[in-house]
């Protein structure tokens, strides 16, 4: 099969029916990929795949004549539902959507049937259903974007190994939920100290005072000259943090990577005005290997 899509409606299975396959499965029956079936353990979750239209099955068999199958299952489960699927035609496009690292990702193409797509979700299905944007890798990602692409999906195919596109999102996760994580520590400080509101209005200008690139561009570039300074604040803050009775984890990780980078980057390098690439070319090159 390539790109292009069969000449009868596709057919497309789920394994697994938790908030990813309910959320993406109306995106795709309304783009008119009506021919849905699940393979869901539950009976709640069967019974909500049938209130969606899709025939739900507790029999993996039944997903035998599927052309694709999307495994929308907890990263640990991943390889489980990979070899539980072992016995469906090798004729079947494999997408596996769970978070995963490249070596979980690898060990679960190893054990899948057909044809496999490593499918790394980059946002909310719950937000954007079928529409969230995807990075895909291995040897069936670019079937996968072409068969999917023109009913909705934001695919893009990064790679021809599985475990590529996981490493994108692993590492996209060092910030995104590293933000989180930063909330989850300012914030509750912030509260605990009486000022939550205030210091919640200060981030939120900061983050809406200009364009994420341009935030991105602005850190980087003052990191690198501020570093040493810097160090002395977020010491002082993970000490504020400690005494509002929380672990200071990030303000003292902070504080720590401010420190190597003033302790590593040579000033007399920092030269101009460097931008996202180049600041982070100069912190790569400087840092060398841990530790
Ligand atoms: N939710 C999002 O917006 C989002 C965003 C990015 C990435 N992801 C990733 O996408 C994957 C799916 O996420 P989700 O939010 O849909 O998870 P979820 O709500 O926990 O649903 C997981 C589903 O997988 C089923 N399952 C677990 N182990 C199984 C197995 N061995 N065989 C068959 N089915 C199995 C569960 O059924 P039981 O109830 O029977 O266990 C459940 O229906 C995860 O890896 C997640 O990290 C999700």
Known sequence: ???????????????????????????????????????????????????????????????????????????????????????????????????????????????????????????????????????????????????FAPHGMVIEVVGDRPGEAAAIKLVRSVFVKGLEALYAEAFVAARRLGVLDTVEASVAEFLDARPARDTADMLLRSHLLHAARRAEECALSARLVADAGLDPLLSAATAALMARTAARVPQEKVRGRPGVAQAVALLDESLGDNP
């Not at 507790?58 to 539902?81: E, F, N, T, W």
């Not at 890798?137 to 068969?147: E, I, K, N, Q, V």
């Open 1 to 147: 099969m390539s790109g292009a899509l069969p000449h009868r409606p596709l057919r497309i299975g789920f394994i697994g029916f938790g908030e990813v396959a309910s959320h993406v499965l109306p995106g795709l029956r309304d783009a008119g990929l009506t021919d849905i079936a699940v393979y869901a353990r539950r009976p709640e979750a069967r019974d909500r795949a049938a209130g969606l239209g899709a025939a739900a099955s507790s029999d993996i068999a039944a997903l035998a004549d599927r052309d694709v199958v999307l495994a929308c299952v907890p990263g640990s489960a991943a390889v489980d539902a990979a070899r539980s699927a072992a016995a469906l035609p090798s004729t079947l496009l494999y997408v596996d959507v769970s978070s995963l690292d490249p070596a979980g990702k690898r060990a679960a193409a190893e054990a899948a049937p057909g044809v496999f797509v490593d499918a790394a979700i980059l946002g909310s299905a719950v937000e954007r259903g079928h529409r969230v944007p995807l990075v895909a890798s291995g040897p069936g990602a670019a079937r996968f974007a072409g068969l």
